[in-house]
């Protein structure tokens, strides 16, 4: 067993109306990947905060290598080697590499100074990177590099990473499993938050699994298979999908020879994109993220304005509707941004519900909302969905982000849509709340509705999608039956083949 080099005894934090760790003991090695799983409002981000001096705990401690450690500020627990990797990026497009890496260091040497080391550590770690470039030209997995680098420069010895391969294609999850590894070889120690337990099984030597607050085991992910590590997670037996017997339907939404400058400067604009949906089919569209995904739920949401005949919802044109509009028609989305896009994040569960809801659920009439039954939808969502919350009340910008994900597509599908389009569904969700997502997106087709998933997780997509396509540099592929589909070709979609024949011989 390698030297404790954090040790937790007994923290415990509580908030109003929930113990968000109670507690809770476990030791981090020197030199050791660590996992922390658990569900959704499990406890990570608590405890993570309070490794990272964002949170204070009520009761407990901590050491750091063998000696007390309470910070109270990010800054402190920086100085004493403790660096995070969020799962949300802190990066500003309009700056480049270097310039945004010098905002997260304390003291931050001359810019020309900090490009060559960015260039040095980079480059060691395998992780390449130009100092000079515009954050908002890199792709999801470069940004990811930016945040990885700024943490090495601070030479760490405990180094926390939250959902660090959500953006990554299996390739880069490769390039950054080798840094870590080489990392933890050097001696540091690195804390893994993610929801893919097969991740987990490959590179971590232990794992501690919270569930409900509290630590319930520590183990060996190596000897669990990803079914019991979720398992252990959840509480109960989990069953994979089923998957209604449905017969396909007419054309429900139709897109055709649709090209779409994109309003993000550093955006994708869509190429002639072509596709039909039909009642009852589960569409997957697959890429690596920003080819495109963002701009193509725009334009079906109606955020992003196209020619009217080029979009059409059974027959009709939409494509001058907006996001109203095609509401009231039966079109819903949610996309990938919950807070803020999805959600306001300064509103309650109950006006989030209202916003998209008002008019499929009649939640007002001449002018005047009926709160009570606005109230009664969002604990519907709730409860359905198993959002942990203490209720409707609570701001939106109060959940986790894996609650708040669970209560933003439990709201879309609890509208009973004729199509809806959602961009990473289960995105920072746990196992059993991942299972309930996608089931609910299955029996959706099952009564009809055209289902359009965009996803990074191809194991995911294929698992619920029909038909398949793939996004690259803002062009679809063609539309293909999922089942059969293999990796290679698969690959060979995503990285742009447009040609599905020439794509099938090569995989053969």
Request: negative net charge; hydrophobic residues 40%; aromatic residues 4%.
């Amino acid at each position: 067993m390698p030297a404790p080099l954090m040790q937790l005894d007994g923290l415990t934090k509580s908030y109003p109306g929930v113990r968000a760790n109670d507690d809770i003991s476990f030791n981090i090695g020197e030199g050791q990947i660590h996992a922390l799983l658990g569900e959704n409002g499990a406890g990570k981000s608590t405890l993570v905060k309070m490794i990272y001096g964002l949170v204070r705990p009520d009761s407990g401690a901590m050491t750091l290598y063998g000696a007390p450690f309470a910070p109270a500020q990010p800054t402190e627990a920086r100085l004493n080697g403790i660096a995070m990797v969020f799962q949300h990026f802190s990066l500003f497009d309009a700056l480049d590499v270097a310039e945004n890496v010098a905002l997260g260091m304390e003291n931050p040497p001359p810019l020309r100074d900090l490009a060559r080391r960015i260039r040095t550590v980079s480059e060691e770690y395998g992780l390449p990177l130009d100092p000079t470039r515009l954050v908002g030209e890199l792709s999801a997995g470069e940004r990811q590099r930016v945040e990885i680098v700024r943490c090495l420069l601070q030479d760490p010895r405990l180094l926390i990473m939250d959902e660090p391969t959500s953006v990554l294609t299996p390739q880069e999850v490769g390039i950054l499993f080798r840094t870590l590894r080489k990392l933890a070889s050097e001696g540091t120690a690195i804390l893994y938050i993610s929801h893919k337990l097969e991740e987990i099984r490959t590179l971590c030597d232990e794992a501690t699994i919270l569930r409900g607050g509290r630590k319930v085991a520590t183990c060996d992910p190596r000897e669990k298979t990803a079914r019991e590590l979720a398992e252990l997670m959840v509480g109960q037996i989990l069953t994979p999908p089923e998957r209604p017997a449905r017969a396909m339907g007419d054309v429900v939404l139709e897109v055709d020879n649709l090209s779409l400058k994109s309003s993000n400067p550093f955006g994708t604009s869509l190429k002639d994109i072509s596709f039909q949906l039909r009642a009852g089919e589960v569409l997957g569209i697959a890429g690596v993220a920003g080819n495109g995904q963002d701009e193509l739920l725009l334009m079906l949401s109606g955020e992003l304005r196209a020619p009217r005949n080029q979009v059409r919802l059974r027959g009709k044109p939409v494509g001058h509707l907006g996001p109203n509009g095609r509401r009231g028609l039966g079109v819903v989305a949610a996309p990938e941004e919950r807070l803020g896009h999805a959600a306001a994040p300064d509103m309650s569960l109950t006006e989030n519900a209202l916003l998209s809801a008002a008019r499929r659920k009649r939640l007002e009439r001449g002018g005047f909302i009926d709160w009570g039954k606005a109230e009664a939808f969002a604990r519907d969502i709730i409860t359905r969905f198993d959002v942990r919350t203490p209720g409707p009340h609570v701001l939106a910008r109060a959940l986790s982000g894996g609650n708040l994900q669970k209560f933003v597509i439990g709201r879309e599908i609890e509208l009973d849509p004729d199509v809806i389009i959602v961009n990473q569904p289960t995105w920072g969700v746990d196992a059993s709340a991942a299972a309930t997502i996608r089931q609910a997106l299955l029996d959706l087709a099952g009564k009809g509705a055209g289902v359009l998933v965009i996803r990074q997780d191809l194991d995911e997509l294929l698992e619920v999608a029909d038909s398949f396509a793939a996004l690259n540099e803002g062009r679809l592929t063609p539309v293909r039956p999922a089942k059969g589909l293999s990796v290679e070709e698969i690959g060979l979609m995503m990285g742009g083949s447009g040609d599905m024949h020439v794509a099938h011989e090569a995989a053969e």
